[in-house]
């Protein structure tokens, strides 16, 4: 009964693929995030969609793309690898009002 | 645009010892979060602040909110081994009630 989970938790490949990772929520909450945390930990938002609707689209390169076929689902797709990817990347889940964030497991994304 | 400064970033005490964590935010915010993030893992949610002269504690741990100083304290009481972990907050502006900031996170080690 895992809150929000994310697949998969290691990506390992090599430069320039395409790869995508996926995020489910089963808490309802009508409010997704992906977030990147870098060797440092340091944590940067990335993008966030309500109830299917992108609402933040910080800046990052084109070559990432989420996409959200329901409130439950938020998907990440990274085109061209880069070794700068390398990072884990963080879902997670809220509900519009103000309540915490609800993070997954994480996924570790390391670039050769 | 909301900045959140956190400090110290390294923190290292003995156990038994009180401590506290700062997180200053640059701009209104309606709401202040505190979350703990254990080494290779996610980032679980602490404590949610809402209001000026907000206080919540758990255990060892004790989170304030001086909104008017745009301050919160994260406040250890006699440290154990058990609250070695990278502690975030993260504030969320006025503005844009979608997206939270998070501060660098300050690493809290205990020894005994």
């Known amino acids: 009964d895992t809150a929000v989970s994310q697949t998969p938790k290691y990506l390992v490949t090599q430069m320039g693929n395409d790869k995508s990772i996926k995020c489910e929520q089963n808490?309802?909450?009508?409010?997704m995030y992906w977030y990147k945390q870098d060797s440092k930990k340091f944590l940067k938002i990335m993008f966030s969609?309500?109830?299917?609707?992108?609402?933040i689209n910080e800046t990052v390169p084109n070559r990432f793309s989420p996409k959200s076929p329901d409130k439950a689902h938020l998907n990440l797709h990274i085109n061209s690898l880069e070794l700068g990817d390398s990072a884990v990347y963080f879902c997670?889940?809220?509900?519009?009002?103000?309540?915490?964030?609800?993070f997954g497991d994480g996924t570790r994304l390391s670039i050769l | 645009e909301l900045k959140v400064e956190q400090n110290p970033l390294f923190l290292s005490m003995q156990e038994g010892k009180n401590y506290t964590i700062y997180c200053n935010y640059s701009?209104?915010?309606?709401?202040l979060y505190w979350y703990r993030q254990d080494p290779g893992k996610s980032l679980e949610s602490l404590f949610v602040?809402?209001?000026?002269?907000a206080v919540k504690q758990e255990g060892r741990l004790m989170a304030s909110l001086d909104t008017k100083a745009r301050l919160s304290t994260l406040h250890i009481t006699a440290a154990v081994h058990d609250l070695s972990a990278t502690y975030f907050c993260?504030?969320?502006?006025?503005?844009?009630?979608?997206?939270?900031?998070f501060g660098d996170g300050t690493t809290l080690t205990v020894k005994p």
């Open positions: 997670a889940s809220s509900q519009t009002g103000g309540g915490p964030q609800h």
């Open positions: 808490l309802g909450h009508d409010t």
């Open positions: 969609y309500n109830n299917k609707e992108l609402i």
């Open positions: 701009t209104t915010s309606d709401r």
């Open positions: 602040l809402l209001s000026n002269g």
């Open positions: 993260a504030a969320r502006p006025d503005t844009n009630a979608g997206k939270s900031t």
